[in-house]
Every structure is written in C-alpha cells, then in structure tokens.
C-alpha cells in the first residue's frame, strides 16, 4: 500500500521560512505535488516535483529526494494569508493522487 | 472558464438513507476524482472515473459507488449511510492521466448523517 507522513500542525511568524516535510511509501512512484487548502475552501495545486532537486516558484519551492523517498515544501517571506492546511501527494501508476493527512500552518504577526 | 462545481453544497441525511452528490467536470476534464475529507484525516481516496469507466477505488465499502455520464460529469452514491459518513466530499477533475496531470478541486459537498 501507500503511506505519507507529514507534520500536523506547524507555527511560524510573518517573515519567517517554514518547511513542512514529507515521506512516502510508495510503488509505481511518479512524482509528488504539493496542494494548499484553506479553511472552508478547496484544495489548489501548488508545485510537483518528478526529479530530484528543488523547484522554485515564487516565495515557495518544493524539493524531491527520490532514493530517500523525501520531500518537502518550503515557504518563504511568510504572510498571514499563508495560514492554510498543506497536503503532499504522490502520483503513482494506476491510481489517482493520494494525499497526506495535511500540516496546518498557523501564521502570526 | 467555470472549475469544478458539485451539487448541493450541504446535505443533511438520516442514518440509512442514501445520498447522491454531483460533479461537473472543467470542460475538457474526461477524469474524475472522489475524496472523503473526514475531520483529520486528510484526503481520503475514493474513486476514479475516466472516459466513463471506473478507473481505481480506495479502501472504501461497496456501499460507496458512483458513475460518470457521457458528458463527464459524475456523481457519487452513498447508500445505508452511517454516522461516521459525516465528512467534505471533494471532486476533482484531471485530463486523461498521465504524469504531472494537475487535479482541479471542487468545493465540495459538505454530508451530514444525524
């Protein structure tokens, strides 16, 4: 079967960098995506990683390390509105994405 | 161009009832994606649908079914529903799988079994 395990609650401060973790257990993998969800709102994609290496877009980036069956997504310059729940997800052959149980990040001032 | 809609956005059933929520697809989409959201537990795979066949089923009963109609859209049948059905059933909508392919989420249909 498949598994992912991630923080369930991460805290930081406006400005700060924040990582949230991520690893897997999978076979048939592809790749692993990153989605952020709001509270009440749904689930929207935010970056994929096939390869190992970082991926950057704008104030957040995504890493892959495929032999450590590892990654994470990391958050930069970080503003209130990044409060959210963070889900990764790994793309496999045959099947459709699955999740992770979610990281909560609470941003404060 | 519209997202992903699913209907109603909130039902309230009875234990043992059967509920039905529905989906539309982004135009274009031929895949359909069903997720549980129960309260910390994450995403919970479902089903998927694509080009009008079930494609790969989660680790859930057989009391959870569905289909997808020739036009894409989808809805999902729970049927003997019981307490712990409670939960944010999201969609999602994909072109054809392959690697890298995107889910666009719905909002979802939040079910409440009293």
């Known amino acids: 079967g498949q598994s992912l395990e991630q923080p369930s609650e991460v805290t930081a401060v406006e400005g700060a960098i924040v990582q949230i973790n991520c690893t897997y257990q999978?076979?048939?993998?592809?790749?692993l995506s990153w989605y952020q969800q709001h509270d009440g709102g749904a689930p929207t994609f935010l970056s994929y990683?096939?390869?190992?290496g970082l991926e950057e877009t704008g104030r957040f980036s995504s890493f892959l390390s495929r032999s450590d069956s590892y990654g994470y997504l990391l958050l930069q310059e970080l503003q209130m509105k990044d409060s959210a729940s963070y889900f990764c997800?790994?793309?496999?052959?045959?099947?459709?994405?699955?999740f992770g149980k979610g990281t909560t990040l609470s941003v404060s001032s | 161009e519209a997202g992903v809609t699913q209907s109603p956005t909130h039902l309230i059933k009875t234990r043992g009832q059967q509920a039905t929520l529905r989906c539309s697809p982004i135009?274009?989409?031929?895949?359909v994606y069903w997720y549980q959201q129960a309260l910390g537990l994450g995403l919970q795979f479902l089903l998927w649908?694509?080009?009008?066949?079930?494609?790969n089923r989660g680790n859930f009963p057989p009391r959870f079914s569905g289909r997808q109609f020739p036009n894409y859209s989808s809805e999902l049948n729970v049927n003997a529903l019981e307490l712990e059905d409670s939960a944010l059933y999201l969609c999602?909508?994909?072109?054809?799988?392959?690697?890298?392919?995107?889910?666009?989420f719905g909002q979802g249909t939040r079910l409440t079994v009293v």
């Open positions: 997800a790994v793309e496999q052959a045959g099947t459709a994405l699955i």
């Open positions: 649908y694509d080009e009008g066949e079930e494609r």
């Open positions: 999602a909508s994909s072109r054809s799988q392959g690697r890298n392919t995107e889910a666009f």
């Open positions: 990683n096939a390869l190992d």
């Open positions: 135009s274009g989409h031929t895949s």
């Open positions: 999978t076979s048939g993998f592809y790749g």
